[in-house]
């Protein structure tokens, strides 16, 4: 079950969206390193625009893949046009494998 995530918003300077959408693929094999990251999302929104969704079964996961992804944000900034906006989230509702089917009421 996840309970908490984090929405990353990013927006690539011109020309540089492809090789943004690269270096996020690349973070990938990182990312299955990570066991407490239960999904991991990056997708592109525009040329230049993208965003970055992953959710955690608690708050420790979280903090976990926040300190080792910073050197990852850290590495894109000479493709970015502003900071990243970084969003932490609480999950409503999700469907994930391995969740059981929610009861109904």
Do not use: Q
Request: proline share 9%; net charge neutral.
């Amino acid at each position: 079950m996840v309970r908490v995530g984090v929405l990353v918003r990013v927006e690539a300077k011109p020309g540089k969206g492809d090789e943004l959408a690269a270096r996020m693929r690349g973070s990938l094999p990182a990312i299955y390193e990570e066991p407490g990251t239960t999904a991991w999302f990056a997708v592109r929104l525009s040329d230049t625009s993208f965003a970055v969704c992953d959710v955690f079964p608690d708050e420790a996961a979280r903090e976990a893949h926040m300190r080792a992804g910073r050197a990852r944000l850290d590495a894109l900034a000479d493709l970015l046009a502003s900071p990243p906006n970084v969003a932490f989230t609480d999950v409503v509702a999700a469907k994930v494998p391995g969740d059981p089917l929610p009861a109904r009421s």
